[in-house]
């Protein structure tokens, strides 16, 4: 069973950053791809950003790109791992709850159906 925590969401204004962690834990996580989504009021959860259980490759909505960052790091005994997503120059529009998912297969779309397990969420509210 995988287990997945999100913490470091907040209050920022315009501009401001922020950098959410994810500790996730369980058998072979450290074999997962994991990625971070978020959902606003009213709206359907979208993709923000993904990184290979290597860390090799990372991937990214064009809504991000350039302003956030994705990293991960695997602890030795392959049951316990962390992820961030550094977000900087953050906008209004990027108020959310942010979920951290994880996946054993890296999909060929990042689709919130796909993900095989989640956390549940961390309140990120952006002011103007």
């Known amino acids: 069973q995988v287990q997945l925590v999100e913490s470091g969401g907040g209050l920022v204004q315009a501009g401001g950053s922020l950098r959410l962690s994810c500790a996730a834990s369980?058998?072979?996580?450290?074999?997962?791809?994991m990625a971070w989504f978020r959902q606003a009021p009213g709206k359907a959860r979208e993709f923000v950003a993904a990184?290979?259980?290597?860390?090799?490759?990372?991937?990214?909505?064009?809504s991000v790109k350039g302003r956030f960052t994705i990293s991960r790091d695997n602890a030795q005994n392959n049951t316990q791992n962390t992820v961030y997503l550094q977000m900087n120059s953050l906008k209004p529009e990027d108020t959310a709850v942010y979920y951290c998912?994880?996946?054993?297969?890296?999909?060929?779309?990042?689709?919130?159906?796909?993900?095989?397990?989640w956390g549940k969420g961390t309140l990120v509210t952006v002011s103007s």
């Open positions: 998912a994880a996946v054993w297969t890296t999909p060929s779309t990042w689709s919130p159906y796909v993900m095989d397990y």
């Open positions: 369980g058998r072979t996580i450290s074999s997962y791809a």
């Open positions: 990184i290979r259980w290597s860390g090799a490759s990372t991937y990214y909505a064009d």
